[in-house]
């Protein structure tokens, strides 16, 4: 009996002590948790792993590697090496590197789209871009519906993107009416006007000409400033209006002598040879009129000291103007704007590079000027040539004294004089002369004016 009870205590204490044993294994023995298995595509990715018992975190026992790449998808490995007392292990764990970002898609244009009243909507177009796959707009998916569009689209990680875009059937633009030739045409007295036409678009009807309303005239038996207005109303009652002006104005005075006036004219400026000029013409209390090539601070400061600013030449480059019509009026144009933009108006009163009656012309284009001469005339500008020629850009263009001569010499009280001069950088032997050339005219009793509407006008022989 007591061999037997000896026998039993004795597997009890074993077990006992293997219980124990066990338990103190199962409770101090490390435990490992990777928490993170998934890696964002194009995101830092750090492995959260936790090492522990029940008594403590073990964490700084361990060695984690890992090689996951997050800028490209795919499965990736975390090594998890750990040492301690008498337990070290080596562990690995899959880590997935996934797209979960939805794709975008851009609507173009407005997100209430308009279309024309019982007409298809014109799509202002989209872009869908996706993190991962880039560029997917071929793989956007459109529905339309009665008052919208459904846009929609998958990348190649099955993440969905929709959008919308309401549509509105309404027409609140106002039809667009185009005047033939210019808004302001200049009819001398006696002669008839014609109507040179019009076209007038809608965005919805398209050419809705035929309904466009003309209301006004001209009478081209008296002077005056005459408006004519045209105006169109489209299918939902959008209207619109433009005016042409239509200017009557006395024939152009030609040659008329005997007033004995001194008109000053320069060509080719602004320069610094300008801003000279005007300090003289301010100190000596005379008016002159430039005929510009550019517009700067000194054109300003002519206009608002009274002098006349006229048009000479953007380019002032024969190859160029006298090539065609279409060049000259382009190129007038052009200076025309500059000055514009300066000074707030547009002048009408030019003069021709070379003068109207130069032959250089013929080189680009046989019979231009005759063209010209008229056609300027038509598009309500005055031309001004020149009676008396400094031959400041001639031989004399660097002798003062010479420049003095040809001035006053040519002068007279019985014809209007107008002077050609020139303002451009090279000429400061014009500067020079011009003091003198005021004083001595201002004592034979000349007086001096600028150009104006009024001014009679001098034209050279048209010789092309």
């Not at 060695?63 to 070290?88: A, C, E, H, M």
């Not at 108006?345 to 010209?372: A, C, D, E, Q």
């Not at 500067?431 to 034209?459: C, Q």
């Amino acid at each position: 009996m007591y061999v037997v009870v000896k026998k039993y205590r004795l597997l009890i204490f074993i077990i006992l002590v293997i219980v124990i044993l066990g338990t103190t294994i199962f409770l101090l023995f490390p435990r490992i948790k990777l928490t993170n298995k998934e890696a964002n595509y194009g995101s830092e990715y750090k492995p959260n792993i936790s090492v522990y018992n029940i008594i403590s975190n073990l964490s700084k026992y361990s060695k984690v590697t890992n090689n996951v790449d997050t800028n490209r998808l795919g499965n990736y490995n975390v090594n998890v090496k750990f040492k301690y007392l008498f337990i070290s292990f080596n562990r690995n764990y899959d880590v997935e590197v996934v797209d979960k970002v939805e794709p975008v898609i851009n609507i173009e244009g407005s997100e209430i789209g308009i279309a024309c009243p019982g007409k298809e909507y014109v799509e202002e177009g989209y872009i869908a871009s996706d993190d991962y796959d880039g560029d997917i707009t071929d793989k956007v998916k459109v529905e339309i519906g009665d008052d919208k569009i459904i846009y929609s689209v998958s990348d190649s990680s099955e993440n969905n993107y929709k959008t919308e875009r309401f549509i509105e059937y309404k027409d609140e633009t106002v039809p667009v009416i185009t005047l033939n030739g210019n808004d302001t045409i200049y009819v001398y007295i006696g002669n008839s006007y014609k109507e040179l036409g019009y076209v007038a678009l809608d965005n919805c009807d398209g050419d809705i000409t035929d309904k466009v309303e003309v209301i006004g005239g001209v009478d081209t038996s008296k002077v005056g400033t005459y408006k004519i207005t045209y105006t169109v109303t489209d299918n939902s009652g959008n209207s619109s209006s433009v005016e042409r002006t239509v200017i009557v104005r006395k024939k152009t005075v030609y040659n008329t002598y005997g007033d004995g006036i001194v008109y000053l004219t320069f060509d080719d400026g602004p320069s610094e040879r300008t801003r000279e000029i005007l300090n003289i013409l301010d100190d000596e209390g005379i008016k002159a009129t430039f005929f510009v090539c550019g517009a700067n601070e000194y054109t300003k400061r002519a206009y608002n000291s009274g002098h006349t600013i006229a048009l000479h030449s953007n380019t002032h480059e024969y190859s160029y103007i006298y090539v065609s019509g279409s060049n000259f009026f382009n190129d007038l144009a052009t200076i025309e704007n500059k000055v514009y933009n300066v000074i707030g108006i547009r002048p009408k009163i030019i003069r021709f590079p070379g003068g109207s009656s130069n032959t250089i012309s013929r080189h680009y284009s046989y019979g231009i000027m005759s063209y010209l001469t008229n056609e300027v005339e038509n598009r309500g500008y005055t031309y001004f040539d020149w009676n008396v020629d400094s031959n400041d850009a001639g031989s004399d263009v660097y002798n003062s004294d010479n420049i003095y001569a040809n001035v006053i010499n040519h002068l007279s009280h019985s014809k209007t004089n107008i002077v050609l001069m020139h303002d451009s950088g090279g000429h400061t032997a014009t500067v020079a002369a011009l003091r003198n050339i005021i004083k001595t005219a201002k004592g034979y009793g000349y007086s001096f004016k600028s150009i104006d509407e009024s001014t009679p006008v001098v034209h050279h022989g048209v010789n092309n």
